[in-house]
């Protein structure tokens, strides 16, 4: 998974953004991205927009 090698590379402490929106062939849901994302051993650190277009950020801990 895409997340999974994303969270390989990042140092501890490292953000990701992702960005969706309703207009995306493969939009994702905020409870979709979150869930995958938290598989993958990051966790949410900001969100801003609504259902429609959203920005999340996540945070791998620090002590990975």
Do not use: C, W
Request: charged content about 25%.
């Amino acid at each position: 998974m895409a997340l999974q090698e994303i969270f390989g590379t990042l140092k501890p402490g490292g953000i990701l953004l992702i960005e969706e929106t309703l207009r995306d062939p493969h939009f994702q849901t905020r409870s979709t991205v979150t869930r995958l994302a938290g598989a993958a051993g990051f966790f949410e650190k900001e969100f801003s927009g609504n259902r429609f277009s959203y920005t999340l950020t996540l945070e791998k801990p620090s002590g990975r």
